[in-house]
């Protein structure tokens, strides 16, 4: 589509939040890292054509998650002694239970990433019914109800925003616009979920997917590994936040683990990275947050 009007967009900046706090990280770390992964399973492909169902090798880039890459991802954090953000989608809770309940088991937090992965667009009817069926599912079969999540393509929108924050959610981690966690402000001028940014060069599928049909190369482990410590390395110098969107139906085949475990143990290794949930970074923010209001008052 292309612009009748220069009225038909408005003159403002996307985000109306200030500037993100530069709160201290825990224990005298230098900075921080988000750990967490998006658990799409084979929705991966159906949220773009329902007709993808029935095309079963198609199908199985994302079955390859529960059958392999979501237990090695998580034999790989018991190794590391790490604990992980998993965005499950319902329909990945629904159609491998046992997948998702092994990361319960394991200490992992898991988050809300929609049901059935839908792009939430503006005006989309299914936005309400996403989020809805999301928080049954996960509640449905582990008894869980998140209070972090993270859009599927990572899109949002108002619409959105405002259900996220009547419907409980504290964090937030979709939009791509900043090193630090701020609060969202709502159109109303009101105060919006916390939002933990993600970081672009940490989406594993962007460097490590390629399907039969898609054009994508994937990008050797020494391109990526060197891509990844130069932004920690960075980011430890502006006493920032990485935050990965990792796949477990990518970084759980074998090249991409080996990647992984290579760019974990360097973090744990630089010994000044606060390694953390998504939970666990929220709750932070809430802390420094009061504390912060406290002073100002």
């Known amino acids: 589509m292309t612009i009748r009007s220069y009225d038909d967009v408005p003159v403002r900046p996307a985000n109306l939040a200030g500037p993100a706090p530069e709160f201290p990280w825990p224990d005298g770390k230098r900075a921080a890292m988000m750990l967490s992964f998006d658990v799409d399973a084979e929705t991966y492909a159906t949220s773009k054509d329902p ?10 880039y994302g079955t390859y998650e529960a059958r392999v890459g979501m237990p090695k991802v998580l034999e790989l954090l018991r190794e ?3 604990k992980a953000t998993f965005f499950t989608t319902g329909w990945a809770a629904d159609a491998h239970p046992a997948t998702v309940e092994a990361a319960v088991k394991d200490g992992h937090e898991i988050a809300h990433h929609g049901y059935h ?4 667009d503006p005006g989309s009817a299914h936005i309400e019914d996403e989020l809805a069926m999301g928080f049954d599912a996960l509640k449905r079969r582990f008894g869980i109800r998140p209070i972090g999540y993270r859009a599927p393509y990572g899109e949002s ?11 409980g959610i504290v964090y937030s981690s979709s939009w791509r616009d900043d090193v630090r966690p701020y609060r969202q402000v709502l159109p109303d001028g009101a105060p919006g979920v916390i939002e933990i940014p993600a970081t672009a060069s940490y989406d594993d599928w962007m460097h490590g997917m390629s399907t039969r049909f898609g054009p994508r190369s994937i990008f050797p482990k020494e391109h990526v590994l060197s891509m990844w410590k130069d932004e920690l390395d960075e980011i430890r110098d502006w006493g920032a ?4 969107v990792l796949h477990p139906q990518v970084s759980g ?6 990647l992984l475990r290579n760019f974990l143990t360097y973090a744990i290794e630089c010994r000044d990275v606060w390694i953390a949930t998504g939970e666990q970074v929220a709750r932070h923010f809430e802390t420094c947050e009061r504390a912060d209001e406290g002073v100002a008052s």
């Open 253 to 258: 085949r074998p090249m991409r683990l080996r």
């Open 80 to 82: 590391l002694g790490l």
């Open 117 to 120: 992965h839908l792009l939430p």
């Open 157 to 167: 929108c108002d619409e959105l925003r405002i259900a996220l924050k009547r419907e």
């Open 241 to 244: 936040m990485v935050t990965t």
């Open 51 to 60: 007709a993808h169902a029935e095309r079963l090798v198609s199908m199985s």
